[in-house]
């Protein structure tokens, strides 16, 4: 860490205005593993979600064994639900193996993929610290809550979609 530079709480968020917001309906997976950080996650995530006005029954929560598995469980809401964004939590340590370098990227990848495919945002709320206490740090500690941040994220980009609703421009696959 550079001298100059301050451990903070990475936390603090500004939730944005959203139009009928008791309309909005938001969809969490989060990983069994690890299941002592990803409980954390997700409650600062509904702490936020719900604050905003998010009504608790358009709130969908799901699990999945693992943070490998966050994508597809993501999947299989945007095809049973008609979600406004979806926001996947997990917590991948290092180990003694690489394991860890190998599933943040498939994970990452494979949650843009589907963000772009889907055509709503999905948010990427993964851990991927060196230790446990790291993790703790980042799960409501000093550091704050990745699931506060991640669902910080998921509402300034349903307001973004929600700002340009009338742009009838597409690129892609969108």
Partial sequence: MHKDEKKKDLSSVEIPALADIQKVKVGVVVSEWNEQITSKLLDGCREI?????????????????????????????????????????????????????????????????????ANIPIIYGVLTPLTMKQAEERAGGKHGNKGIEAAAAALKMIALKQSMKGDKKKIGFG
């Fill in 49 to 117: 979600l719900t604050g905003a006005g998010i009504l608790a029954d358009h709130l969908h929560v799901i699990h999945v064994p693992g943070s490998y598995e966050l994508p597809f469980g993501a999947k299989m809401l945007i095809g049973r639900d008609s979600l406004d964004a979806v926001i996947c939590l997990g917590c991948v340590i290092q180990g003694e193996t690489k394991h860890n370098e190998y599933i943040n990227m498939a994970v990452s990848q494979s949650i843009s993929q589907l963000s772009l495919f």
